[in-house]
T-cell receptor, first 115, second 113 residues
Framework: AQKITQTQPGMFVQEKEAVTLDCTYD???????LFWYKQPSSGEMIFLIY??????QNATEGRYSLNFQKARKSANLVISASQLGDSAMYFC????????????FGTGTRLTVIP | DTAVSQTPKYLVTQMGNDKSIKCEQN?????MYWYKQDSKKFLKIMFS???????INETVPNRFSPKSPDKAHLNLHINSLELGDSAVYFC????????????FGEGSRLTVL
């Protein structure tokens, strides 16, 4: 069975500071993908970043980077130089390669950027 | 052009009614999904279709019936609506069944009174 855990229901960060949102996962699939999505108050789901389990390097996309520690089964999202527009819900998700092919989502972390 | 579009965006209806939500994607993707997001923001898969074929059917009441007339469309019909069906329903698509990120529609907020 696959499981995604986000232990931080809410986080606060000062504008222009960096913040790390935690995500741990559990899977028996030998190959899998890890995703982060942002959901602002307007409600849409915005894809941010992807990490494949066999990728040698941590994924980066602009101000987003994924701190992937395979042995610890963690895939934390790091947002650098936080902006007010980063205030949103952030979801970690995982997709395996066997069995069900959908994304399993964590419970989300609500990030608030303080001016 | 909206990649994944779903209609209606808002739906308010009485208990016991039947309603449908439509979804279309213009990305040429093979796989489409319906997710339900509850009041606590938890996202749960309901159904997945790959090339019009049902491949995921989670434990969902059989009042919910998906239909995929072609691989670009995946509609959700709900019979005998109940209060607990109130949620935001997201349609999504991905390039293939086991690869790529999901592209989401804007969501359809269903309120059952």
């Amino acid at each position: 069975a696959q499981k995604i855990t986000q232990t931080q229901p809410g986080m606060f960060v000062q504008e222009k500071e960096a913040v790390t949102l935690d995500c741990t996962y559990d899977t028996s699939d030998p190959s899998y993908g890890l995703f982060w999505y942002k959901q602002p108050s307007s409600g849409e789901m915005i894809f941010l970043i992807y990490q494949g389990s066999y990728d040698q390097q941590n994924a980066t996309e602009g101000r987003y980077s994924l701190n992937f520690q395979k042995a610890r089964k963690s895939a934390n999202l790091v947002i650098s130089a936080s902006q007010l527009g980063d205030s949103a819900m952030y979801f970690c998700a995982m997709r395996g390669t066997t069995g069900a092919n959908n994304l399993f989502f964590g419970t989300g972390t609500r990030l608030t950027v303080i001016p | 052009d909206t990649a994944v579009s779903q209609t209606p965006k808002y739906l308010v209806t009485q208990m016991g009614n039947d309603k449908s939500i439509k979804c279309e994607q213009n990305l040429g993707h093979d796989t489409m999904y319906w997710y339900k997001q509850d009041s606590k923001k938890f996202l749960k898969i309901m159904f997945s279709y790959n090339n019009k074929e049902l491949i995921i059917n989670e434990t969902v009441p059989n009042r919910f019936s998906p239909k995929s007339p072609d691989k670009a469309h995946l509609n959700l019909h709900i019979n005998s609506l109940e209060l607990g069906d109130s949620a935001v329903y997201f349609c999504a698509s991905s390039q293939a069944a086991n690869t790529g990120e999901l592209f989401f529609g804007e969501g359809s907020r269903l309120t059952v009174l």
